[in-house]
Structure formats: C-alpha cells, structure tokens
C-alpha cells in the first residue's frame, strides 16, 4: 500500500484548507450461502482505493479512486482541495508519528489461512441440526460473511495508523410450517474475529434458538393496539437506543440544529441512576474499532450520566465546532464515503432492579423481546421499530404470546418516561448494521426496562 502521502495531502491543502486526511483501504470479503440443503452461492470479492478528505471551516470536500496510479491519486487530491477557495496553506510536517493501537480485535486464526472448502461443513452441520430439532422444518436459509479490511491513514497534523480489522458474521433463517400456517425468523452472530470463529459450539447455539424462535411464533398472535406501558427485554431491546436517542445524539445533527436534543446538553433527559452509553472499545465486538476512520482513538463515551445528557458523538468536524474533543465516533462504509459521526456499541448500564419485578408492576401491558428494523425522524424524535415476539403482561404476569406488532414512539418523551432498570445488560452480538446514507456495523444492548407508555399498532 505504498503512498507518497506528504505530496498528497500538500496537493490536497493547496487551496487554502484547513486539515486534510488520506485512507487507504484494500478488503478481501467472501460470502457462503447455503439454500435448499447446499452451498450454491459462493462470493469472493477484492476491492480498494483512497479516499482523500479536505476540510475548510465546517465544509468538506472529498474525492476517492480506485486507481494505485500517481497521476489518479493526485487528480483526486486537487478534486477535494476545490473545497477552500484560496487561503494560506498548510503544510504537512516532514515526518508522521504512528498512533498506538490497543489490540482489540486478537486474531487467532486469519480468514486467508483457510479455504471454502473448510468453511462450507459448518453450514452443512447448521442446515442439519436445524432441520432435526422439528419436523415443521420445511427450508432452511444460512449465510456466513467474513472480511478483512486493511486500512492505512495519514492527516496534515502528521498522524499515520495501519490497522488490520476483520469481521464474520453467520445468519440462519428457519422457516416452518404447521397446517397452512408459515412462520420465519432468524438470528446471527458477529464478531470482530478470525476463523476461530465458527465453533461447534456457535452452530449447536444458532439452531436451538432459531427453531425455538420460529416454533414460538405459531402460538402467538397481533397484539391489540393503543398506548400501553412496555417492559423491553434485555439484550436486543437496545435498538430503542439506537433508534430513540442514538441518531439524536450524532453532533453533526447537533451542530446543524436538526436533533430534538440539539439544545439539551447539561439537562436532565431522564430519571437519576440512568447511563447511556456509546463504547468502541469491547474487545472483539462488531461495532468496536482500535482507532476511527479519522485517526481519533476509540473510548467509551458517556452520553447520558445519571439521567443529564453529557456528551454528544463528535467527528473532528463537530468537535472543532463545539470546541471540544472527538469521541472517536468518525466513522465511514469504505474509501468511497467521508467520514460522518456514527455509533459503534450503544448500550444502557444496568439499573438496581430485576425483571420480574418490572413485569410484576405492570397491570395490563408488553413485553418485548426479539426485534428486527427500526428508523428515527431525527428532527421531530420520533421512531418505529418492528417487534418479532414478545408477551402480553395481564396482571403482572407473562401470558399470551405476541408477534409482529410496531412499537411507536417520541425518543426525549420514551427516555424520560423509562421508570425501571434491571440488572441484567446483555450487548447483543447479532449482524445488527446502521444506515445512514453509508452502512456501518454496529452493535447494541440493554438490560430489561420498563418504559411507562408507548404506543403499539396492533389489531384493532
């Protein structure tokens, strides 16, 4: 990955700009998809390119190619420059000092080191004990990603890092049918790791909990709807983080005064005893990175300490605008993207109470427990999120199950109507991805909270 890179990034300020980035990325992605009892997708993908950033007060300009030749590369840094009309130049320093990354992706096993061919049993394997745990099995669907990306990134402060950063992910989708009645679901795994990844003990995991997700769904029906209190389940109930608060909390919303929460920062948002958390530093975690996609070293980030909010999720951008530090939160897809500020692991900490207790309060309302995909307006607050499962609470008891219903709700009104907190945080380590005009991997989690009113569509 060789790069004049001084050349590049004095090409790239020669307008007049006040900060310049170079991100060089070459990822190698393979792709196993196993339908009707076999392995009839197999994809191998090799792409790469530079993406130069230029920065001038709070504007951007930002070219990328796919091209390793001088002449494309330095075409594509004059592009970016066009961004600054004119000014004193910087100068990038003579030498670049190379960042210490923490080692929070340890590779024991790196996918190049094996073949299709020793991956492809693991479906197999999959496809079988899912088909053997219930004879309403009709079709079976898995699918096993892995990709290693290697990034090297130089900036006009002098700033160069070189990181390696895998990601695998398997999926299994189980479709049943009893009497005319079809269900589906599905579950996954992701991890920031190497082929020591797939495990026996991965596979015997996804099928019990995909067949006993599917077979759940025939006893359960459309709850009614109307505004009701919802106890979330741990785990992946932290999509209403993601999607309630999560987005809102993105400085350059904040910065462009588009967040509901653009003029909160130091007030309480919700009860005394709440933490909201944004973490890039799980080891081997999906949304975890050693450093973000603009040199700013990845922490965990307190967005909400106590119940007042005090922090947003900075890019060098919003930092600079808000005279205050980064958080590491400087994300992109690929070199084709600029980076914007994104989450990583988005989690509450866990409350003094306990599950039961939170459904023993409730008279007449919902638990939820598995989740599929969920958008925010960022403006007004407000999101929806599908429900896959969950219960009804009639008495404080768990009775009726419940399937495929929408929970709706306003982000500052639902994290200031959260009244209970359990002790049970769960991060979930399923294939969640973020959207944002670019995709980016993810991860979420919560312990199990009662939230006092959300509206659920359901029959009427």
């Not at 004193?88 to 320093?93: D, I, K, M, N």
């Not at 797939?198 to 067949?211: C, P």
């Not at 009244?419 to 312990?447: E, R, Y």
């Amino acid at each position: 990955m060789l790069i004049d890179s001084k050349k590049l990034l004095n090409l790239a300020l020669g307008k007049g700009g006040d900060y310049a980035d170079l991100y060089l990325e070459q990822t190698y992605s393979n792709d196993l998809v196993l339908r009707d009892g076999e392995v009839n997708t197999v994809g191998v993908l090799h792409e790469g390119g530079l993406g130069i950033r230029v920065v001038k007060d709070q504007n951007t300009g930002y070219a990328f190619t796919e091209s390793s030749l001088p002449a494309d590369r330095e075409k594509a840094a004059i592009t970016a420059s066009y961004i600054a009309d004119k000014g004193t130049s910087v100068q990038t320093p003579d030498r670049f000092t190379t960042l210490y990354l923490p080692d929070r992706y340890r590779v024991q096993t790196p996918w190049d080191s094996i073949t299709a061919q020793e991956k492809i049993p693991f479906l197999y394997e999959l496809n079988d004990l899912v088909f053997g745990a219930d004879k309403r099995v009709c079709k079976v669907i898995a699918r096993l990603a892995d990709s290693t990306s290697t990034i090297e990134f130089h900036n006009s402060l002098g700033e160069h890092f070189l990181d390696i950063r895998p990601l695998a992910s398997l999926r299994v989708t189980c479709i049943m049918e009893q009497e005319g009645q079809i269900e589906t679901a599905s579950v996954s795994r992701s991890f920031r790791m190497g082929a020591e990844f797939l495990t026996l003990e991965l596979i015997k995991e996804l099928s019990r909990e995909v067949v006993d997700q599917t077979a759940f769904l025939f006893g359960a029906r459309q709850p009614k709807g109307g505004e009701m209190p919802v106890v979330m389940s741990a785990g992946s109930s932290g999509i209403l983080l993601h999607e309630a608060v999560g987005h809102a909390f993105e400085a350059d919303f904040i910065r462009k005064n588009e967040s509901v929460f653009s003029e909160k920062m130091g007030q309480r948002v919700c009860k005394q005893g709440i933490h909201v958390v944004d973490d890039g530093t799980l080891p081997g975690n999906r949304g975890s990175l050693n450093v973000d996609d603009e040199g700013v070293p990845t922490q965990k980030t307190y967005l909400v300490t106590d119940g007042i909010l005090t922090s947003f999720l900075h890019d060098r951008i919003s930092a600079r605008f808000f005279n205050t530090n980064p958080t590491g939160n400087g994300r992109r897809e690929s070199f084709r993207y600029m980076p914007l500020p994104r989450m990583r692991t988005t989690y509450m900490e866990n409350g003094p109470d306990c599950e039961e207790t939170l459904i023993a309060s409730v008279k007449k309302g919902l638990y939820v427990d598995t989740f599929s995909n969920g958008q925010v307006q960022i403006g007004a607050g407000d999101f929806t999120f599908f429900v896959k499962s969950g219960y009804l609470i009639e008495n404080g008891k768990l009775t009726q199950p419940i399937k495929d219903t929408n929970i709706i709700g306003n982000g500052p009104q639902t994290l200031a109507g959260i009244t209970g907190v359990a002790n049970n945080l769960i991060i979930d380590n399923g294939a969640w991805t973020c959207g944002k005009g670019q995709s980016c991997p993810v991860s979420c989690g919560m312990p199990s909270v009662l939230i006092n009113a959300l509206t659920v569509g359901g029959r009427i």
